[in-house]
């Protein structure tokens, strides 16, 4: 007997894409479709909009899954200045964790997939401390929110590669393993010295071991000033020489954050030239990116929750509806249009990041769409509503912020 081959039909009745007037969203076999394009004779489910908005589902492009409490007992942070103090409480928060930390991360993935996100790149450290365990987290969370999340891991080395012994043959190893799409770094300049204060060699090991294996990079750089420019300035030479356009990006990139006018048209220049993409997690006035003006230069830009209830900080919640309100409140944007082109640098720019179809509710595109009231896409920014209904390939996963 031949195999049923007739298509997945969904009907969204009664509609806003993006706040306009009333319509229907069409869904065959996962990709949204003109309403001539469904086949006679087959079964279609319909879902009831109730006139509610649909916009696109969103994508976190920096999220550390595997540090986070959420779900947990309130954690007490005591004080930490620099990322060496902070390294140090992120070993003693793993120690002392009652709960496996492949349930912590898959537990903070769905609750982000419940509330819209279509994708994500997670970073998870990697170090003596914690051998393989978080980069195999992320892959057995990929493995169950296969269909819900796109999820892109990186073997992040929070401790260093130069300073920490052992770092480099456990980024090899997942690289090697295949449990990783990217391999990243931190700091070069400022963190990741060896013993005697020198450059570690960061950069020549994490690259490598890219080119090796055929992986992308996605690197921090905190340090502000010429020690974030230069090796910002060395990744893009580097990334040019090897080949890795469009498979480099680096997290945070405060030094640009600081940057206007001239100077800042120039190092996206170099940015751009080399396509190399920046994300930004939108944590303060002074290090949320001027996203508008880079995308202009031609540089990529996404957005990203970044911890969330860990070590760091005791904020975060892994909802990029909210994350961007807060590039919109860290810009200090007033306007619709400003605050919708916050909205896309969480849908369209961060789709782009990672290589995905733009969810833009046309016929052709993926049916990842999300329903919520609302009368337009700033006031959705602005007020946060409830994410009534979770669509992913024309399917609903989500219904009122849980899981189906």
């Known amino acids: 007997m031949a195999p049923n081959t007739s298509p997945v039909v969904t009907v969204f009745r009664d509609v806003r894409p993006w706040g306009g007037p009333q319509a229907d969203l069409i869904a065959v076999d996962g990709v949204l ?3 001539d394009a469904v086949p006679e004779g087959v079964d279609v489910e ?14 976190d492009a920096h999220l550390h899954p595997d540090k986070t409490t959420w779900g947990e007992p309130w954690h007490s942070r005591r004080p930490a200045r620099g990322i060496a103090a902070y390294v140090e409480g992120d070993v003693e928060l793993y120690r002392a964790q009652r709960t496996p930390l492949a349930e912590r991360a898959l537990r903070l993935m769905s609750h982000a997939a419940a509330l819209g996100t279509r994708a994500m790149r997670a970073h998870a450290d990697v170090a003596p401390a914690y051998g393989l365990e978080g980069v195999e987290a992320l892959a057995a969370a990929r493995e169950k929110l296969r269909g819900v999340v796109d999820v892109e891991a990186v073997a992040f080395p929070q401790h260093g590669v130069g300073r920490t012994p052992g770092v480099a043959e456990l980024l090899e190893e997942a690289a090697a393993g295949g449990l990783v799409s990217h391999i990243g770094g931190i700091d070069p300049a400022g963190f990741d010295l060896d013993g005697a204060g020198r450059d570690g060699g960061q950069l020549d ?10 992986l992308g990079l996605d690197i921090h750089l905190h340090d502000t000033g010429e020690q974030g420019l230069a090796p910002l300035r060395d990744i893009a030479a580097r990334t040019r020489a090897l080949g890795l356009r469009g498979r480099v990006n680096v ?7 600081e940057l206007s006018g001239r100077e800042l ?62 590039a919109g409140w860290a810009l200090d944007v007033r306007l619709d249009e400003e ?65 189906l």
């Open 46 to 59: 319909y879902v009831d909009g109730r006139g509610r908005l649909a916009l696109p589902t969103l994508v």
């Open 205 to 214: 090991t994490v690259f490598g071991i890219a080119e090796r294996h055929g």
């Open 33 to 35: 479709a003109e309403a």
């Open 265 to 326: 048209d120039e190092i996206a220049d170099v940015l751009a030239d080399a396509g190399v993409s920046l994300t930004t997690v939108a944590l303060s006035v002074k290090t949320v990116l001027p996203f508008r003006r880079l995308a202009e230069r031609g540089v990529r830009v996404g957005l990203g929750s970044d911890g969330v209830r860990d070590n760091w900080s005791p904020f975060g919640n892994a909802d990029m509806l909210h994350r961007a309100w807060l």
């Open 251 to 257: 997290g945070h990139a405060f030094a640009v954050a």
């Open 339 to 403: 605050l919708e082109a916050c909205f896309r640098l969480a849908s369209d720019s961060g789709a782009d990041l990672l290589g995905l179809p733009r969810a833009d509710l046309q016929a052709g595109s993926p049916a990842d769409f999300m329903l919520v009231e609302g009368e337009c896409v700033a006031q959705v920014v602005v007020d946060q509503p409830r994410r009534d209904l979770v669509v992913r390939a024309g399917r609903v996963v989500a219904r009122d912020g849980q899981l």
